[in-house]
């Protein structure tokens, strides 16, 4: 295949890294069983049509055969021999489109399918929940630390400001340069950290999103998200 641009090695580096759920869905090391995709998955035709196909789903379809497939007693097998070449999104704005819809298909997943919600399907989630929490102390003890009368209440809004910066600066270096050493490029590594980020936070906003206006409010209906296409 032809050499990936930078953005796209990043991306693919963010769905494929231990340090990242994609990757440990993914990879040898995985939580949760592997569920053929449509970009690399094969099937028998008689078994395709006794399951009748893929389904309506905007997002997850392939997902949604893949767990027929399982409760049908069918068997899945991964070949990590046979290399597919799969390309990535080329910009950052259609890599969340991709992954903030794949949050609301888990959610519609877990509608049709309550055991298919496993804990690294939440990571995202989590994640998303805790740089919120992160970014709320920042914002709260920057102006604390710069306009408090109080050198107490000062030193407090310090100690906030940075602690709020610890774990995204760490986490950043460790993703830069897990990639940059895989890629034997810091550009590639830079971009791999927006992309984690990207994936990350596009996959936990999809997921509550969805968690909210279906199991929250109860709407029945699968969600549509993104209307216009991504897969450019």
Request: proline letters at 5%.
């Amino acid at each position: 295949p032809p050499p990936s641009p930078p953005v796209q090695k990043a991306i693919s580096h963010s769905m494929t890294t231990f340090f990242t759920p994609g990757g440990i869905r993914g990879g040898k090391k995985k939580l949760d069983k592997f569920y053929p995709r449509s970009f690399n998955m094969g099937i028998s035709a008689s078994l395709y049509r006794k399951l009748g196909g893929f389904s309506k789903m905007r997002f997850g379809e392939d997902i949604d055969l893949s767990i027929r497939i399982f409760q049908s007693g069918a068997r899945c097998r991964l070949f990590p021999q046979a290399w597919v070449w799969h390309k990535r999104r080329t910009d950052l704005r259609k890599f969340f489109r991709q992954v903030h819809n794949s949050g609301i298909a888990r959610i519609n997943l877990y509608k049709k399918y309550p055991s298919s919600l496993k804990l690294v399907h939440l990571l995202p989630a989590l994640f998303t929940l805790g740089m919120g929490f992160l970014l709320l102390m920042m914002v709260v003890g920057l102006p604390l630390g710069l306009l408090s009368q109080s050198a107490r209440w000062g030193m407090i809004g310090w100690e906030m400001f940075f602690l709020s910066l610890l774990f995204p600066v760490l986490y950043s270096l460790l993703i830069c340069a897990d990639s940059t050493g895989e890629n034997h490029s810091l550009r590639v590594g830079m971009l791999s950290v927006m992309a984690s980020f990207v994936q990350l936070i596009g996959y936990g906003t999809g997921f509550l999103r969805a968690w909210w206006l279906r199991c929250v409010c109860g709407r029945n209906e699968e969600m549509q998200a993104f209307r216009e296409t991504f897969y450019k």
